[in-house]
């Protein structure tokens, strides 16, 4: 089943009794839940297990008003085929939802249930910056930042969105928007930053001769980037840099070789180095990846001792 089918499910008011959820989309997951929990007027109910309110789910007299029961990676239903088969059964008008933060395709479970399973993906930056509009006023280009540095998380967008809607209202001295907060935020390291794309991040910041090279530098690392690797992408970006720099033809792609892209990003860098210096740079980092290569440099210091020497 997928999430289009539940949404006009939810829309007609005709609801299955029992739905497993899964995928990385944990917020959209919960969104989902609150709105079947809105048409049916039916309460949330979280258990550990399903187990824990079976017996009174089969004793029909006993139980006077219907929820929608809601547990999380359910170990003993997931084990008990036979509770699996009476579940629809004993359901009634209540209904099961059963988060699995994982799901194995391989196993029974999926191949018999596979019509109840709603795998949640990420949400598409489209459907991210109009949920983000609709909390804060971000320009597009502040969402789809927001958007990259969580990783199109919903769930942690939102934390963030927190972070900036308390700062706008607890500053007295508040910037003019929400955009403005954004951008403070964000220079004070107060919004997270995922390290893994530290790497890009730092060779701009080497190419464009500012210190945070030092700390992106230790964010590279603590996601265990390969000195070797570091290498590559600033001799591959300062040739780059030094092409566009160098070149005098009015064709920048058909002189050089270069992508649209990659001429793009060369011009954030321009002038910054004379050509020389470039020139010096990549040799510089030739000697280092040979010195590494012949035991003559340290791996472990090698780009400390290209900075010094290049910055």
């Given at each position: 089943?997928?999430i289009?089918?539940?949404?006009?499910?939810?829309?007609?008011?005709?609801?299955?009794?029992?739905?497993?959820?899964?995928?990385?989309?944990?917020?959209?997951?919960?969104?989902?839940?609150?709105?079947?929990?809105?048409?049916?007027?039916?309460?949330?109910?979280?258990?550990?297990?399903?187990?824990?309110?079976?017996?009174?789910?089969?004793?029909?007299?006993?139980?006077?008003?219907?929820?929608?029961?809601?547990?999380?990676?359910?170990?003993?239903?997931?084990?008990?085929?036979k509770l699996?088969?009476?579940?629809k059964?004993?359901?009634?008008?209540?209904?099961?939802i059963?988060?699995?933060?994982?799901?194995?395709?391989?196993?029974?479970?999926?191949?018999?249930?596979?019509?109840?399973?709603?795998?949640?993906?990420?949400?598409?930056?489209?459907?991210?910056?109009?949920?983000?509009?609709?909390?804060?006023?971000?320009?597009?280009?502040?969402?789809?930042?927001?958007?990259d540095?969580?990783?199109?998380?919903?769930?942690?967008?939102?934390?963030?969105?927190?972070?900036?809607?308390?700062?706008?209202?607890w500053?007295?001295?508040?910037?003019?928007?929400?955009?403005?907060?954004?951008?403070?935020?964000?220079?004070?390291?107060?919004?997270?930053?995922?390290?893994?794309?530290?790497?890009?991040?730092?060779?701009?910041?080497?190419?464009?001769?500012?210190e945070?090279?030092?700390?992106?530098?230790?964010?590279?690392?603590a996601?265990?980037?390969?000195?070797?690797?570091?290498?590559?992408?600033?001799?591959?970006?300062?040739?780059?840099?030094?092409?566009?720099?160098?070149?005098?033809?009015?064709?920048?792609?058909?002189?050089?070789?270069?992508t649209?892209?990659?001429?793009?990003?060369?011009?954030?860098?321009?002038?910054?180095?004379?050509?020389?210096?470039l020139?010096?740079?990549?040799?510089?980092?030739?000697?280092?990846?040979?010195?590494?290569?012949?035991?003559?440099?340290?791996?472990?210091i090698?780009?400390?001792?290209?900075?010094?020497?290049?910055?």
């Open positions: 089943m997928d289009n089918t539940v949404r006009n499910q939810i829309k007609q008011k005709q609801l299955d009794s029992f739905y497993v959820f899964t995928g990385p989309e944990w917020q959209g997951q919960k969104i989902y839940i609150e709105q079947i929990s809105k048409v049916t007027g039916m309460e949330v109910k979280r258990i550990n297990s399903i187990t824990d309110v079976y017996g009174k789910l089969k004793s029909k007299s006993f139980v006077n008003r219907d929820y929608i029961y809601v547990a999380r990676d359910d170990k003993e239903f997931m084990a008990n085929e699996q088969a009476s579940i059964t004993v359901l009634g008008n209540n209904i099961f059963l988060l699995l933060t994982v799901v194995d395709k391989r196993v029974k479970f999926y191949k018999q249930y596979k019509d109840a399973i709603v795998e949640f993906e990420l949400f598409t930056p489209k459907i991210l910056t109009k949920y983000i509009q609709k909390e804060i006023p971000l320009t597009d280009i502040n969402c789809k930042k927001l958007i540095i969580c990783e199109s998380d919903y769930g942690r967008i939102l934390l963030e969105i927190d972070k900036i809607k308390h700062f706008y209202n500053n007295t001295t508040r910037p003019a928007n929400y955009n403005d907060c954004l951008q403070i935020l964000l220079s004070e390291g107060a919004i997270y930053r995922p390290p893994k794309d530290a790497i890009f991040d730092f060779v701009d910041a080497v190419l464009n001769r500012t945070k090279c030092w700390d992106l530098l230790n964010q590279s690392y996601v265990g980037e390969a000195n070797m690797v570091l290498i590559s992408v600033l001799y591959n970006n300062i040739k780059q840099t030094l092409q566009v720099q160098s070149c005098n033809g009015a064709d920048i792609s058909k002189s050089t070789g270069l649209g892209w990659q001429i793009q990003c060369a011009k954030k860098h321009l002038d910054r180095y004379s050509n020389g210096e020139v010096a740079g990549m040799k510089l980092l030739q000697e280092i990846e040979s010195g590494i290569k012949t035991g003559k440099i340290e791996d472990e090698s780009i400390e001792y290209f900075l010094v020497n290049f910055l």
